[in-house]
């Protein structure tokens, strides 16, 4: 059974630019959240899908955005970066309720020069 | 707002030695809490599970307990190896209604097994 795929593994940004990051949850999953982990702030929930509606949103700028598909593949957006906004970024998913197991990616490694 | 706090921040043992992390929570309305390892520049690796009704999950080597009244976790370590070194996290899940996977991290115990 395949794990949860991040893509790109890596990508180098300047500011002002735009990026987007793909996530396929693990077959038969139908919520995928979203995460920034960076030395400082340690991990932080940015937002989380299910079924195409975003039920939760954490406490990010607008320029942070996202979007789930039919087939539960989602992206996440973000606008005009920042040098702040270099992190590794990472998905999970889960079965969707309550109590679900998250399953993470490898995560997708953003620098911003 | 949930605060995780996960102390040691940095913890070193020799090969062999049993070990526990500590894991803290200020709102004990939670549906869950989970362990994660996380290898350097990698994403996480679930070790347990453990659901707000429960007290304790086993996995090996690794035991994790739950008092959800005083807002503890531990993960238990036996016999470490080297393999073990890593970073652990522990994550939990709020019970309000609205708090669908809005998972709050602890802050880490990076931890090194000394050969």
């Known amino acids: 059974k395949a794990g949860v795929t991040q893509t790109p593994r890596y990508l180098i940004k300047t500011r002002g630019q735009q990026v987007t990051l793909s996530c396929s949850p693990i077959s038969g999953h139908r919520s995928v959240s979203w995460y920034q982990q960076t030395p400082g702030q340690g991990l932080q929930f940015l937002f989380e899908y299910f079924s195409e509606t975003q039920r939760n949103k954490g406490n990010f700028p607008g320029r942070f955005s996202g979007r789930q598909f039919s087939n539960s593949r989602s992206e996440m957006n973000v606008s005009t970066l920042e040098l702040g906004d270099s992190a590794l970024y990472l998905c999970?998913?889960?079965?969707?309720?309550?109590?679900?197991?998250?399953?993470f990616g490898e995560g997708s490694r953003l620098t911003v020069l | 707002k949930q605060e995780v706090t996960q102390i040691p921040a940095a913890l070193s043992v020799p090969e062999g030695e049993n070990l526990v992390l500590n894991c803290s929570f200020t709102?004990?309305?939670?549906?869950?809490l989970q362990w994660f390892r996380q290898d350097p520049g990698k994403g996480l690796t679930s070790l347990l599970l453990i659901q707000s009704s429960q007290r304790e999950q086993t996995s090996g080597r690794l035991n994790a307990s739950l008092d959800k009244s005083s807002g503890r976790s531990t993960l238990y370590i036996a016999a470490s190896q080297p393999g073990d070194s890593a970073t652990y996290l522990c994550a939990v899940t709020p019970g309000s209604s609205g708090g669908y996977q809005k998972v709050t991290f602890g802050t880490g115990t990076k931890l090194q097994v000394i050969p």
């Open positions: 709102d004990s309305a939670i549906y869950n």
């Open positions: 999970a998913s889960s079965m969707g309720g309550h109590t679900g197991e998250l399953f």
